[in-house]
């Protein structure tokens, strides 16, 4: 099947005129492929594809190598001061900025809950999905999931936050048990903190309406209006009509009244935590 080039929407972000100007002047010389400038860049075409349609930040380094390259007497050194600014995809842009003043955050998910997660969890779960993504575009990832933790962890809360995350997420030993004892640890500590609420959905529930994969995170701003986040492996969807809020809202509520109460939910988490704690040893006999 022959290589699709992506659309590109230059007018989006600095980012995405940054990748629009590659295009530009790969056609400018003789039509260049893509094929063909990674091999003089040293960088994979899927990874030059994502940049050059605005779906990855420029890494550090290459914004020179275009310059030589392409002979743009230090064009792309001066856009990329303006595009490595952003740390998220455009899509999910919205969320975050409505994430970054939130008042109120409820999520479901199948896995630990990203601003609950530390970094070696982080790491893993990135490195595994996203498999094509180079070393830089995880660390940036990793950098911006860390910057968004501290805003739960304020003094004084700014945020009420809510969390309902299903038994298996605290039973798979991701990065190994030694990994898992601190991650429990650290959520535990979590659902101490008088802002936070956590809530587990246990195996003993049997089937549930989310089970199929989707988070959902529910976002109430300052003037009490409510926007709802979905996500899957690979898609994001943000709402804010009011039909598709209220039956999200009825789906948490249910999900709510599946869950385990916050006390129990800690003896479960921290039965878990003692699971780890015992394997830990084991795995070095």
Not at 99 to 112: C, F, G, K, T, W
């Amino acid at each position: 099947m022959a290589w699709q080039e992506r659309d590109l929407q230059p007018d989006l972000s600095p980012r995405h005129f940054y990748g629009a100007e590659i295009r530009r002047l790969r056609k400018l010389h003789d039509n260049m492929s893509l094929e063909a400038l990674g091999n003089i860049l040293m960088f994979s075409k899927a990874h030059l594809s994502r940049i050059e349609s605005g779906a990855s930040k420029p890494p550090v380094g290459l914004s020179e190598k275009l310059d030589m390259a392409f002979g743009t007497d230090g064009l792309f050194c001066r856009l990329y001061e303006l595009a490595k600014r952003e740390p998220f995809p455009d899509k999910y842009s919205a969320f975050h900025r409505l994430n970054d003043r939130a008042v109120e955050h409820a999520s479901y998910s199948l896995s630990i809950p990203g601003l609950l997660q530390i970094e070696p969890v982080i790491r893993a779960i990135m490195y595994a999905s996203a498999s094509r993504a180079s070393d830089a575009e995880i660390e940036s990832w990793l950098t911006a999931r860390l910057e968004q933790q501290k805003r739960l962890r304020a003094e004084p809360a700014v945020c009420e936050y809510w969390f309902i995350l299903d038994e298996s997420a605290l039973r798979r030993p991701i990065a190994g048990p030694e990994v898992m004892v601190e991650q429990l640890s650290v959520l535990l500590a979590a659902g101490r903190r008088r802002n936070v609420t956590i809530q587990v959905l246990p195996f003993s529930t049997g089937a549930y309406s989310r089970m199929s994969g989707s988070s959902l995170i529910m976002l109430t701003s300052p003037d009490r209006s409510v926007a709802v986040y979905e996500e899957g492996d690979r898609w994001g969807r943000l709402h804010d009509d009011a039909e598709t809020v209220v039956g999200r809202r009825k789906d948490y509520d249910l999900l709510r009244a599946q869950s385990l109460s916050p006390r129990d939910s800690e003896t479960v988490i921290s039965s878990a935590l003692e699971g780890f704690a015992e394997d830990a040893p084991r795995r070095h006999a």
